[in-house]
């Protein structure tokens, strides 16, 4: 029995790894500022049109297709069209995001559910709070609910919500311990849930 020996990578590779890295990361915090300054007035002027929805479409598409992320789908054929659904799915990456974003959000309107603590990142936060999505406290059960039931009544315009039941991402293979919101969420707007497996 032969055991495949892993073979080094030179220098060169290291640092053309490292500089495409740094160069990715530069690219999108370009883009998300420059979609941000865009993205902010569009969301005062109409949070659900069409203009907020090209914008993210064009952010998750540039950051998989700048960071030459590749997808493979299966299953995309039983989602239905226009059909309001609570998407939960599993979170292991950054970009488990843009992927689902992208993927899902073509001809739905696609609202995520996140943690609070997102609002306070610079630029993303800030048009993230001023979105239609949906930011929770997770230390305020109370105005959690309230948070989801808000956005419950406004499901019945054909909107699906994205949950990570997770609540964050797993630093491993394994699944972490499902949180309830997304569950309720689901209860409370009587839609289906779509479960969705990311590798």
């Known amino acids: 029995m032969t055991v495949p020996v892993a073979r080094e990578r030179p220098v060169a590779w290291w640092v053309w790894a490292t500089v495409r890295t740094a160069g990715c990361w530069i690219l999108l915090a370009l883009l998300t500022a420059g979609c941000a300054a865009v993205y902010v007035p569009s969301c005062l002027v109409s949070p659900d049109g069409r203009m907020v929805r090209g914008i993210e479409r064009f952010w998750v598409w540039f950051i998989l297709r700048g960071s030459n992320v590749k997808l493979s789908v299966d299953g995309l054929q039983h989602v239905e069209a226009g059909r309001s659904y609570i998407v939960m799915a599993n979170h292991r990456s950054m970009y488990d995001i843009p992927a689902v974003h992208y993927l ?61 039941p997770e609540g964050t991402r797993s630093r491993d293979r394994s699944l972490l311990p499902f949180k309830k919101g997304g569950f309720h969420l689901a209860i409370d707007t009587g839609l289906s849930i779509l479960p969705v497996g990311i590798v």
Not at 110 to 121: A, D, I, N, P, S
Not at 134 to 141: G, L
Request: hydrophobic share 40%; net charge positive.
């Open 104 to 164: 899902l959000g073509r001809d739905r309107d696609l609202r995520w559910v996140g943690k609070r603590e997102l609002t306070r990142v610079p630029v993303f936060g800030w048009a993230f709070g001023m979105s239609r999505h949906v930011a929770i406290d997770r230390q305020n059960r109370e105005q959690a609910v309230r948070s989801l039931q808000r956005a419950a009544t406004e499901s019945s315009g054909g909107v699906s919500f994205v949950v990570m």
